[in-house]
């Protein structure tokens, strides 16, 4: 099944972003929105293909990075959540899910306080677990993950990468590793799924529990594949997803999602496509 590409540009607040859409519009089943990682999106345009069959799904583009202008200065986390939110505003969607990849989990978190049409929150492969923070440390786990990773991902980042530059790729690793990811969730009144890679060598099991436990309705979700795990298998994530937005598509209240303080984290694993809910 082949799903057509939408290509749009928002003339943002810190400059031009680009954006790429497929799927349609389903009456009763939010939007997804997800942010790239740092400094690269080509690798989750499969997942974002996955997301398509069932809703519409758009992925969006950083000042400074991809399709994206550049920024009038080098941007920190919560300036590129203000680009995110501004987009959001701007474009009008209606309740969406927002979801963020690797280092696109702290800005769509931060985003997420900003906008209020967020109905969940979807952190897959968050960063910077605090085992990892220091700029010698990301980079020991992320040269282990590596070697998890499957053959072809670093050459599919390196038209990206050469876009950014080495300067402002350093500056984005420094701002990310500055940002405390626990912070942001920790004031967040929406559901949060946090989806891990067992393999994931960048962040830890015990730190992605610890994010899902922020929350009152928060729940953690293990997939097959290591950090990048969307570009291996697009499918994975695509149903724990979906089955936020079914959830967070009606609120209890009528408005804004705000779930009752259970304490309870739901753990949800995967095995050829097959996902268990677990209660602790």
Do not use: N
């Amino acid at each position: 099944m082949t799903i057509e590409t939408v290509t749009a540009y928002h003339d943002g607040v810190l400059g031009r972003m680009r954006s790429r859409s497929v799927g349609q519009v389903r009456p009763g089943t939010p939007p997804v929105v997800l942010v790239q990682g740092m400094g690269v999106a080509d690798y989750l345009l499969p997942g974002l293909a996955a997301f398509g069959r069932w809703t519409r799904a758009h992925l969006i583009e950083l000042p400074g990075f991809g399709g994206s202008d550049e920024p009038p200065h080098e941007l920190t986390v919560p300036e590129f959540a203000r680009c995110v939110a501004d987009w959001l505003a701007a474009h009008d969607l209606g309740r969406v899910v927002l979801a963020g990849h690797s280092s696109g989990t702290q800005v769509a978190a931060r985003a997420a306080l900003w906008a209020p049409d967020v109905a969940a929150v979807v952190l897959a492969s968050p960063t910077v677990d605090p085992a990892a923070r220091g700029m010698a440390r990301l980079l020991i786990r992320w040269r282990l993950d590596g070697r998890r990773e499957p053959p072809g991902l670093t050459e599919s980042h390196r038209a990206e990468w050469k876009r950014a530059g080495v300067w402002r790729l350093l500056h984005t690793a420094r701002v990310h590793l500055a940002d405390a990811l626990e912070d942001s969730v920790a004031q967040l009144r929406v559901p949060v799924l946090v989806i891990r890679g067992r393999e994931d060598r960048i962040g830890t099991a015990r730190w992605a529990r610890e994010l899902a436990g922020l929350v009152p309705e928060g729940q953690l979700a293990e997939v097959p594949g290591a950090h990048t795990f969307p570009w291996l298998d697009p499918e994975a994530w695509s149903e724990p997803v979906r089955g936020l937005a079914a959830r967070a598509a009606v609120p209890s209240d009528g408005g804004m999602s705000h779930p009752a303080d259970t304490g309870r984290v739901d753990s949800v694993t995967s095995e050829g496509g097959r996902f268990e809910e677990h209660s602790p």
